[in-house]
């Protein structure tokens, strides 16, 4: 069995999925690299097929119909034959030491038996023209060099949290807990992050700056004017969200704080992205969305409707909705994402 398997979903990726690869090629055959073709129309699986001949016994190419980012995802989750899985997106890299690093670690953790649920490591946001980067690190909550579960954290901060470039997941746990993300949906990585989260109980911190999350193609999905144009599909995830996990079920009152946490963020951004629009169509939506909230579970509607952040977000009128937007704003300095 491979030691990790890591998930590269690729879409018309010519111009910069080489990069990605090299950087992992790396791990050796400790790793299966598996690239998921998903249905580009440019280079991407010339080049992809050109690695699985080169390197037959790391990398596997998987061509399938253009199903979206989440299929992708699927597709590589399906095919995944190691004992922990990545995702990696083909736009992104990973820093060599770091990965060895954590390599060694899952080693050291040895059988299935002895495996992790999860493993976080810190991610780099590589945005262009930036002079500063941003790193977003877990070492003022989570316990370092110990296993440890939900009740051994501490309480995240405002804007932080884990998304998917900071974890690694035991395959095992992602094909028991029946993770399907949608198809043709942007933005599924935060149902990846979210869903299985109620399953995991052991986990382990690598204080490593281990991915580097490229931002700044105009066509990024991440970027202000792309997700304002898609704000229905980060609609459709936030609700998802909701669904798929009942918050109040879960036992651990650390690991509820968590969800309630993250689910907070992403609503958050939900909510801002459709102020930021100025269109009466998107405020409707942002009414919708609350009252879908209140509908279904009105505990939940009150934690997200009434904490420090969905106050912000609510404010009335066209003054509430300036203050909303530059309370976003200062955030997203301060975080650095977008």
Request: charge should be positive; hydrophobic fraction near 35%; include cysteine.
């Amino acid at each position: 069995m491979k030691l990790l398997s890591v998930v590269i979903p690729c879409y018309n990726s010519q111009d910069y999925m080489r990069y990605c690869i090299e950087s992992l090629l790396p791990g050796g055959e400790n790793v299966e690299l598996l690239i998921v073709n998903d249905g580009s129309t440019d280079q991407t699986g010339s080049i992809a097929d050109e690695y699985a001949h080169k390197y037959p016994s790391i990398i596997r190419v998987i061509h399938q119909e253009n199903g979206g980012h989440g299929e992708a995802v699927n597709a590589g989750i399906r095919n995944a034959g190691g004992l922990y899985v990545k995702v990696v997106d083909s736009d992104d890299w990973v820093d060599t030491r770091a990965y060895l690093k954590i390599l060694k670690t899952l080693h050291d953790f040895g059988t299935a038996e002895n495996s992790m649920d999860m493993v976080i490591s810190n991610f780099v946001y590589e945005k262009e023209g930036a002079k500063y980067k941003k790193i977003m690190k877990y070492d003022n909550v989570l316990p370092e060099g110990i296993i440890f579960s939900w009740d051994d954290i501490k309480r995240f901060r405002k804007g932080q949290y884990i998304l998917m470039h900071s974890l690694i997941y035991r395959t095992q746990l992602l094909k028991d807990c029946g993770l399907e993300l949608p198809k043709h949906t942007f933005y599924v990585d935060n149902l990846f992050v979210y869903v299985p989260l109620q399953h995991v109980k052991k986990m382990y911190y690598i204080n490593v700056d281990f991915y580097r999350y490229f931002i700044g193609r105009e066509d990024q999905s991440v970027q202000e004017n792309v997700m304002i144009k898609r704000i229905d599909q980060q609609i459709k995830v936030n609700k998802l969200m909701i669904e798929q996990v009942q918050i109040s079920s879960i036992e651990s009152p650390k690991l509820q704080q968590y969800m309630l946490h993250h689910l907070e963020i992403v609503t958050v951004i939900s909510g801002f992205f459709l102020i930021r629009s100025g269109t009466a169509e998107n405020l409707e939506k942002k009414k919708e969305l609350w009252r879908y909230i209140k509908r279904k579970d009105v505990e939940l509607y009150r934690d997200l409707r009434y904490g420090i952040m969905g106050g912000l977000l609510n404010l009335p009128g066209r003054p509430g909705r300036s203050i909303s937007v530059g309370a976003y704003k200062i955030t997203q300095r301060l975080v650095g994402f977008n």
